[in-house]
């Protein structure tokens, strides 16, 4: 027994880990320096030049399908890093041309896009309303001229004199043959005179017939003299206002070419302003009306003041500014947030109006593509993903390098009223897609064209190595970090512990956090703390302070759980020993916040044909991780025992009130000692806690989570009092990644807690039971009293059960067969 008691503690003093690499603690001396105050900032990215070498790589070529796709973990920074790299490039470059949308006089429908340098797109706008504004005063003013006033009424008398000389001939010619013509409200009308009266209809009829058929026959002549001259009068109304129009024409011309000869010669070396200022002009002569008003004969002067950009009657001839008129230094670098269908390729709104939409080419209004034109874009992928038909339309204007302003109710056909259809604006941008790296990989395998579009992956790192190097980098990073927030300096002690907690966020000693959004708030929250204690300076215990406070706000319900077990409402022992039972260890996370919880687990077994039963596989409560982990411990037993009979045994496996989904294989080792114990019967010491994964080798491999699993555990038997014999069993390879809180460090340093690493399950198995697992000698046979011998005896007495069992039921199948 004494024998047996000094090999336990041999094995068990070899696995115990050192207290130095249960928590790796820097030395504020080492740092060089009393406090970041002394420190210059760090600029642009730390850690990441993979990313930073495919970012500049995206940036710098020119193919244009060759947008970026920058992913990593939320709260790396990627966001802010990419824009300001970004910035200062396009700072350097030449700023973009504007463009704007005027009216297409010729399709009403289809508005021209027109471009233009740098600083011109305000300029014409401004001009078309001084020109418009100097035709207000100016064309009314030479309808009301003299020379104006005269020859129109020279072509209105013309008009009218020649149709008055005819009429006075005509009634001239009537009077001498006895025939008056006479106005009346429904025309003109004849009748016979005696001596200049009208003879009257009574007298008339008792004139001879002969006579009233003579007069009647000049009348009819009469008659036939008035029609002519009568269907000669809207020809000459129509030549009257041919001759007025052509006047006004002439008026309008010399207004017009007056009010526009600043903006041609302004642009005279853009030959599509050029363009579009000759048809302005000549549908302001075709339109010369709409500077009079209507009264009348719309001759009247319109002298009231009015807004001309609002005037419905000038709209046609503004410009709609889409891209420009800023001051903007060099190329644009814009970040959409709510990159809906509309924000992105534009819009084109309408107004109501007696009951009806209506719209025009000033309701047009640009997307971020417009304004980031000629520069960088940057959009969040999921954002972008939940807004309808905003991917399909991204992709389609960087497939056709043009943005065409599309409107979801055009997709759904839900828009009846008239719109516009713009012309398309040629697209030159350089995007930068944000999203995690399941995104990218989801999209690169289901999306064909995202490949052929986003060519360049800037993939940011978690995490940076934990260096002599880099903890001066991360103390400059720091510095930073305050600098941004306007936080109070902090000095070396409260650096250490930053780094220190870096390394426990990046759950290995060995690396350092990226994750700066979640460092920046821990230095937040360390600065009121300080501020609150009346400090200049952040130091380490409000770095402290500011963890423990921020656990303190989450981790209520990791209180309640592990106050259940305190309790014994979940039944897990911290003394004594079973036979088939164990304490696992499992992490539920919930948002950041992650947590340790230990789980009682048993195995019962019993002589079957060689099957285990995973019981929360068969209520289908177990993942398909956690039902592999399973599945690998019959092919540990097949590999290792009683190879010349069959695995002759049936054991169940479960965790003890489990009502929720377990998976994982972290706990296939400590299912695999439960397994082992229960064939040898040989009881596991409750004070310790296992995790760890098993392959068919029976060798111990990495989980996740091990700094909380083992802080679960240690909070418990903490609660209950340590007894010095208390621990956790952890994987060999697990060792790097620890990063202790300090109280269970220090537990730990003083042998009243205990972390055991081992590499195989004969180590973990004779750290629980105290008894060697013993290996096969030169016959291949395990010694007599070890773990291993005892379960190969087991399994060859289930064996032999089994066939003894199969003899019986052969024999009574027999004689029942004879009978």
């Known amino acids: 027994m004494a024998k047996q008691k000094k090999n336990e503690n041999q094995v068990a003093q070899a696995c115990a880990v050192e207290p130095n690499l249960l928590r790796r603690r820097t030395n504020p001396s080492a740092l060089g320096f009393k406090s970041t105050a002394e420190l210059d900032p760090i600029t642009g990215l730390v850690g990441q030049d993979r990313a930073l070498a495919a970012v500049e790589f995206g940036v710098d070529i020119s193919q244009p399908s060759f947008h970026l796709f920058v992913l990593g973990p939320a709260g790396a920074g990627q966001t802010e890093a990419v824009s300001s790299f970004l910035k200062k490039k396009a700072a350097e470059e030449e700023p973009p041309s504007e463009w704007v949308y005027v009216n297409n006089f010729v399709t009403q429908h289809k508005p021209r896009a027109i471009s233009l340098p740098r600083g011109r797109a305000g300029a014409l706008s401004k001009t078309m309303i001084d020109a418009i504004d100097e035709l207000r005063s100016s064309i009314p003013a030479m309808f009301e001229s003299e020379d104006y006033q005269a020859r129109r009424r020279a072509i209105d008398e013309q008009t009218h004199g020649s149709q008055e000389e005819a009429l006075a001939a005509l009634n001239k010619k009537a009077e001498q043959e006895s025939i008056a013509i006479l106005r009346t409200p429904l025309g003109f009308a004849m009748a016979p005179t005696v001596e200049g009266k009208v003879i009257k209809p009574e007298e008339f009829n008792e004139y001879p017939e002969a006579e009233r058929k003579a007069i009647q026959d000049k009348i009819e002549a009469l008659q036939s003299e008035l029609e002519t001259i009568l269907k000669e009068v809207p020809r000459l109304e129509k030549e009257r206002r041919k001759r007025v129009r052509e006047l006004n024409e002439e008026l309008a011309q ?6 526009l000869s600043e903006a041609e010669t302004a642009f005279a070396d853009l030959p599509a302003v050029t363009e579009y200022l000759e048809s302005v002009r000549k549908d302001l002569v075709a ?83 417009h304004k980031a034109n000629g520069g960088y874009l940057l959009l969040d992928a999921r954002k972008l993903l939940t807004q309808p038909f905003a991917w399909d339309a991204l ?85 930073a970090l305050a600098a941004k927030h306007q936080l109070r300096p902090i000095n070396a002690a409260g650096v250490a512990r930053i780094i220190d907690e870096s390394a426990r966020m990046a759950a290995d000693s060995e690396k350092l956090t990226l ?66 039972q164990i304490n696992g260890l499992s992490v539920l996370s919930l948002g950041k916040f992650a947590f340790g919880r230990p789980s009682r687990i048993t195995a019962r077994v019993r002589m079957g044909t060689g099957r285990i039963i995973d019981i929360e596989r068969e209520v289908e409560l177990g993942g398909p991780l956690h039902s592999k982990g399973v599945m690998i411990l019959r092919g540990f037993l097949e590999g290792r025992y009683a190879h010349d009979v069959p695995l002759s045994l049936t054991a169940s496996l479960v965790f003890e009130q489990s009502y929720g989904g377990v998976d994982g294989d972290s706990a296939s080792s400590a299912e695999l000692y439960t397994l082992l114990s229960s064939l040898a019967e040989v009881p596991l010491k409750q004070s310790i806690a296992v995790t ?24 418990i ?46 180590e973990g198995i004779q750290i629980l039971t105290g008894v060697p697992a013993g290996e096969r000698d030169s016959e291949s046979v395990f010694p007599d009293g070890t773990i291993n011998r005892k379960v190969e005896d087991r399994l060859i007495a289930f064996a032999e059960a089994r066939r003894r069992f ?9 004689g029942e067969d004879a009978s």
């Open 515 to 580: 994750q700066i959004e979640d460092v920046g708030d821990m230095l937040c929250e360390a600065d009121y703390w300080a501020g609150q204690a009346g400090r200049k300076t952040i130091k380490a215990e409000d770095i402290a302070r500011a963890v423990q406070e921020n656990i303190f706000r989450l981790d209520r319900l990791r209180e309640k759980a592990q106050e259940s077990i305190i309790r014994n409402i979940m039944l897990v022992d911290t003394e004594g020993s079973h036979v088939g």
């Open 287 to 369: 339109n010369v009306a709409l500077f009079v008003s209507d009264g009348g004969e719309g001759e009247a002067v319109v002298s009231h003041s009015v807004d001309i950009e609002q005037d419905a009657r000038y709209r046609r001839y503004m410009v709609n500014i889409i891209i420009g008129d800023d001051d903007s230094v060099g190329a644009p670098v814009l970040e959409e947030d709510n990159p809906t269908l509309g924000n992105l390729v534009g819009r084109i709104e309408h107004l109501s109006q007696m009951g009806a939409l209506v719209t025009d080419f000033l309701l047009i209004k640009p997307g971020v593509l």
């Open 395 to 479: 992709k389609r204007a960087l497939k056709s390098r043009e943005i065409t302003i599309e409107s979801p109710g055009e997709h759904l056909s839900l828009v009846s009223t008239v719109s516009l259809d713009p012309d398309r604006i040629p697209l030159r941008v350089k995007v930068a897609l944000f999203g995690d790296r399941t995104l990218y990989y989801l999209l690169s395998a289901l999306d064909p064209e995202f490949s052929a579009l986003f060519k360049v992956a800037a993939d940011f790192d978690d995490t940076m190595d934990h260096t002599e190097e880099n903890i001066h980098v991360y103390a400059r990073l720091v510095a």
């Open 692 to 715: 760890g994964s098993v392959n068919q080798y029976g060798q111990v491999q990495a989980i996740g989570g091990v700094n909380e699993k083992i802080e679960g555990f240690f909070d």
């Open 806 to 814: 199969g003899a019986r039921e052969d024999a009574r199948q027999g």
């Open 717 to 762: 038997c903490n609660a209950r009092g340590l007894t010095g014999d208390q621990g956790v069993i952890i994987p060999k390879s697990n060792v790097p990644h620890l990063m202790l809180r300090e109280d269970v460090a220090e537990a730990t340093s003083k042998r009243k807690f205990h972390v055991y690493a081992v590499k195989t399950i004969d």
């Open 254 to 259: 010399v207004a017009v070419h007056g009010a």
